[in-house]
């Protein structure tokens, strides 16, 4: 690795970091600081804000997709859904702090964090169609549902709106897939 890409990944890391512990976009003083580099450092590799959010993403995803990766469609129909909702409940929770930072972002116009987010949805939702695709079959509408059903958004409603516990919300995701599985749809 170079000493550019040593650099930029110490910056990135550093920016999850502390975005994963806040909530919130640090100043480039304590990026710089916690990266172990100088102030002006941080500005030769980023050119502002939309771009310092974009690694934050770009960080978790590398991070997320090494410590939690996708559930393998593996065994009867209640391994895959248990195996389903644990990784959801894993990942949901991990992601939150860093998600609300995104759609903060997001809400400022930052189009490149639009893209990114649906590249994740994207990819959630093709691993639920390989975990379950021989209960959903040829029905769109399930999938659809389903795919709410198991989003960050759910989790969310979930744990903020309701105030499950984290056991809690996992269940109450696994009632809400179970039930639509098992309905069969016009």
């Known amino acids: 690795m170079s000493k550019i890409d040593e650099n930029r990944a110490r910056i990135g890391m550093a920016l999850l970091r502390l975005v994963r512990e806040t909530g919130?976009?640090?100043?480039v003083e304590t990026v710089a600081r916690h990266a172990g580099v100088g102030r002006r450092t941080v500005f030769r590799y980023f050119d502002g804000r939309a771009a310092l959010e974009l690694e934050t993403a770009q960080r978790m995803r590398l991070w997320i997709t090494e410590d939690l990766p996708l559930p393998q469609p593996v065994g009867d129909v209640g391994t895959?859904?248990?195996?389903?909702?644990?990784?959801?409940?894993?990942?949901y929770e991990t992601v939150t702090p860093v998600r609300r930072f995104l759609d903060a972002a997001r809400s400022r116009g930052n189009v490149a964090l639009d893209e990114f987010i649906d590249g994740a949805r994207r990819m959630l939702r093709a691993n639920l169609m390989s975990m379950l695709a021989d209960e959903l079959g040829d029905r769109p509408e399930a999938a659809d549902a389903l795919d709410v059903a198991t989003s960050w958004e759910t989790w969310r409603a979930l744990r903020e709106g309701q105030n499950c516990s984290i056991k809690e919300a996992e269940r109450r995701m696994g009632w809400l897939a179970r039930a639509i599985i098992a309905f069969g749809g016009d």
């Open 24 to 27: 919130a976009m640090p100043d």
């Open 80 to 91: 895959r859904m248990n195996a389903l909702l644990s990784h959801r409940a894993r990942l």
